[in-house]
C-alpha cells in the first residue's frame, strides 16, 4: 500500500520545515536507508544517508527559511513548490525549487529530485 | 543529447497554448510515437498517439483557457505549474495541476505525468 495522502503531506510539511530550521541528521530521519536525491536533477545522484546527511549538512549553520509555495499529491507521489531564502552578509539568496518525492508503504522518501536551475536563484 | 532548455520552454509553452485553444492532432504532434501519458499521476498509462489523442480529444469543444504559473527545466526535463479554466453552463472549473515531462533528442515529449488530485478542482 503506498503511502497516504495525509501522511505525504506531512513528511513534506516535516521536510520544509527541516531543511529551513533542522539538522541534517533529522533529515536524513525523513529518508529510507536506501534512498536516492538528485539536487538538481541532472547532478549526480546520492545514494543511502551518509552521502545524503553529506549533502544537508552543507546547510546546516546557514541563517535561512522556507515556506511551502504549493503541493500536488497524487499516486503515492508527490511535487512541491517551495522557497529558501538564506542570507549571507548583506545578500539574500532567494531559490524556489519544485521537488519531487516518492515513498515506501512505511511512509519515508525513497527518492528526491529537485528540479531547478541557475536562473531560478534570485540574488538581492 | 538532450533536449536544450530553450526547446523544453518553446515545448511547455506550445504545450499550455494548445491545451487552451488547439486541437487534439495538434497536441498530440508534439509527443512521440510511443510516449506515454498518466493524468492524473496513479491513473492508468496512456501510450503512444492513438491512445494519447483520445485523451485530449476529450477536451476539443470545452470553452477554456490556460496559463503558465512557473516551470523549472533541469537536466533535459521539466516540471510545470499551470492553470486551465474551463467554463459549462454557469460554473467555471479551475484545475491547476504540476505536470512533469521528458523529451527524447528531437525534441519531442516521451512521458508526461500530470499531478493534481480531487482536492485541486475549484468549482465557482
Known sequence: MAASADRIG????????????????????LYAADATVEDPVGS??????????????????LEKETRLITSRIAGGEVVFHFEIITRAGDKTY????????????????TTMRAFWGDGDMVIS
Do not use: C, K, N, W
Not at 10 to 29: F, M, N
Not at 44 to 61: P, Q
Not at 94 to 109: E, K, R, W, Y
Open 44 to 61: 549526480d545522484v546520492r545514494t543511502g544517508h551518509a552521502a545524503i546527511r553529506e549533502f544537508y549538512a552543507g546547510l546546516e549553520g
Open 94 to 109: 532567494t531559490l524556489s525549487p519544485i521537488d519531487a518525492m516518492t515513498f515506501d508503504d512505511s511512509g519515508v522518501i
Open 10 to 29: 506531512q513528511i513534506v510539511d516535516d521536510y520544509i520545515r527541516l531543511v529551513g530550521s533542522g539538522t541534517a541528521d533529522e533529515i536524513v530521519a
